[in-house]
């Protein structure tokens, strides 16, 4: 982000949300003039203004600051669209099904890219009665190892956490599986 908030994405906001420039004032109790200061970069809202602001413009603060509006075309919310976000801070691990702008421990994250599997990232599946047993051969160390796998239908997600040291193993229900997903803290993504 190389400015605060821009005065450009604050008229595109506005504009787009039906408001003239003396509208968002009253709505956020400023002048008008004020929120053309704003719009032509003369000026900057306080950080006070921030929530009233991106509520008044119906967009989270986050968009707001950025500048990077989401517009969620995916309304089937099909499963198999899935994106993985993973913290590199703390490891949370965000799944999503459209465009999302995910941001944790102030860092804003990407969906990871999944690659084909590779021979240090072999993704094995073996049916076994009404399940899939699923395992990835690899390093299991406290700075190496897989930190998730799971389990993707057209209408859910299944995902087991895995944690360094123990095997990158799990089992998952067959219903509708589709594709699986492995999550390299070093290598990232890979998808079967």
Known sequence: MDQYVTGETIRILREKAGYTQVQLAEKICVSDKTVSKWETGK????????EPLAEALKVSITELLSGNLITNNN???NMLRSKFYVCP???N????VGESLVQCNGVT???EEPAKPDETHNIKVERIEDEYYVSVEHEMTKNHYISFIAAVSDDGIQLKKIYPESAAEARFRIEGVRK???YCNRDGLFCL
């Open 43 to 50: 000026g900057y809202p306080d950080i006070s203004l921030l």
């Open 75 to 77: 309304v089937s919310a």
């Open 89 to 91: 801070v703390c490891g």
């Open 93 to 96: 691990i965000i799944h999503s």
């Open 109 to 111: 994250l990407v969906p």
């Open 180 to 182: 699986f997903y492995c």
